[in-house]
């Protein structure tokens, strides 16, 4: 799933939650290709460890969910490619231990994220050709009993790359709006090792079971490789959501 070297040469990427995990791998494989990357985190250590790993890369340390967030990355990269990764860490406990906050926290973040961040590239606009690629959950099409509002907030986030692409059609921006949806849970992650220690608890089942017993799975370079192919030549099929899986890259209803 990766693309030919230097596709992206010269292009400016800006990745959200850019610190850690997919977001990080993005960063890197973004780098790989000669973009110019823009790399955005809530915490400037995380940043700064970045910038030692990753020469020429440019940081921007704030929160991707505060009102302000999209016009202060505007003003310092207008993006080819703009991915939105990254989020809260959603509650592991079933819905009958939880307070409204602790259930509502990734509409507040996640959502709250894409819907700031794809607004503004309709209303700059972004040049024609541009692409934006919000990286979903597979939580939002099957569900996640134990993580709250956490699968509603990933859904929205695949309604908001269709609304957005619906708009940018209607308008003829010429920008390509993309929900890319991992399918299963990556224990390489902090996010995915949290849900799997909280799902094995739940289950009362050790956390290698767990994950031995969810089958093949796309790892943060199956993703990161698929949002650069994805930039480079966007899908012909027709549609905004797209699955990502180890058999890997499939359209979605």
């Given at each position: 799933?990766?693309?030919?070297?230097?596709?992206?040469?010269?292009?400016?990427?800006?990745v959200l939650g850019a610190s850690r995990g997919v977001g990080r791998e993005i960063v890197r494989?973004?780098?790989?290709?000669?973009?110019?990357?823009?790399?955005?985190?809530?915490?400037?250590?995380?940043?700064?460890?970045?910038?030692?790993e990753m020469r020429g890369v440019d940081t921007l340390a704030l929160d991707a969910a505060s009102e302000a967030?999209?016009?202060?990355?505007?003003?310092k990269a207008k993006p080819d490619l703009l991915v939105i990764c990254g989020g809260a860490t959603p509650?592991?406990?079933?819905?009958?231990?939880?307070?409204?906050?602790e259930f509502g926290i990734n509409w507040e973040v996640d959502t709250k994220m894409a819907f700031l961040f794809c607004r503004e590239a309709l209303r700059l606009p972004l040049a024609p050709g541009s692409v934006v690629v919000i990286i979903s959950s597979g939580a939002g099409l099957g569900g996640s009993?134990?993580?709250?509002?956490?699968?509603?907030?990933?859904?929205?986030?695949?309604f908001i790359a269709k609304y957005c692409q619906?708009?940018?059609?209607?308008?003829?921006?010429?920008?390509?709006?993309?929900?890319?949806?991992?399918?299963?849970?990556?224990?390489e992650t902090g996010l995915g090792q949290a849900a799997v220690n909280g799902y094995a608890q739940y289950l009362g089942v050790p956390a290698e079971k767990f994950i031995e017993n969810m089958g093949p799975r796309q790892s943060p370079t199956d993703v990161a490789g698929a949002v650069l192919d994805i930039a480079?030549?966007?899908?012909?099929?027709?549609?905004?959501?797209?699955?990502?899986?180890?058999?890997?890259?499939?359209?979605?209803?």
């Open positions: 799933m990766s693309s030919e070297n230097g596709l992206l040469q010269g292009k400016g990427v800006v494989h973004a780098l790989a290709q000669g973009a110019q990357v823009l790399a955005v985190a809530r915490r400037s250590h995380g940043l700064a460890d970045l910038e030692k967030a999209p016009a202060k990355v505007m003003r509650p592991t406990r079933p819905m009958s231990e939880l307070n409204w906050a009993p134990i993580s709250g509002g956490y699968a509603g907030a990933k859904r929205m986030q695949m619906a708009e940018s059609d209607r308008r003829e921006l010429g920008i390509r709006f993309v929900a890319l949806v991992p399918s299963r849970v990556m224990p480079i030549k966007p899908p012909a099929e027709p549609g905004s959501i797209f699955t990502i899986s180890a058999g890997g890259v499939a359209a979605a209803s």
